[in-house]
Nanobody, 123 residues
């Protein structure tokens, strides 16, 4: 069982930065593939970024070059550094864990979810 708690969301102007943090419980955090997803009002949840047990990463095309996913296994923490934010990045951002060493771009393949943190980017 893994419990995930996100923080770090907020209101920021376009071009600004935010760092999202996902604190995870459990002793086997390092063996899980982890991901960030987001859901804007009226839209389906979409993949943002993920990394596997060896820290190999994958990004949605819309955030490539602007967002960076990373993890600190000693602190059981996942991060999402978001730079050059755009109004279209506005959404609730969710942290997710997969009971596998390898990431997936599909939200259906993740087993544990946080409650979400809201990011609002003003123009």
């Amino acid at each position: 069982q893994v419990k995930l708690v996100e923080s770090g969301g907020g209101l920021v102007q376009a071009g600004g930065s935010l760092r999202l943090v996902c604190a995870a419980s459990g002793r086997t955090f390092s063996s899980y593939a982890m991901g960030w997803f987001r859901q804007a009002p009226g839209k389906e949840r979409e993949f943002v970024a993920a990394l596997n047990w060896s820290d190999r990463t994958n990004y949605a095309d819309s955030v490539k070059g602007r967002f960076t996913i990373s993890r600190d296994n000693a602190k059981n923490t996942l991060y999402l550094q978001m730079n050059s934010l755009r109004p279209e990045d506005t959404a609730i951002y969710y942290c997710a864990a997969r009971s596998s060493a390898y990431y997936s771009g599909s939200y259906a393949n993740y087993d544990y979810w946080g409650q979400g943190t809201t990011v609002t980017v003003s123009s």
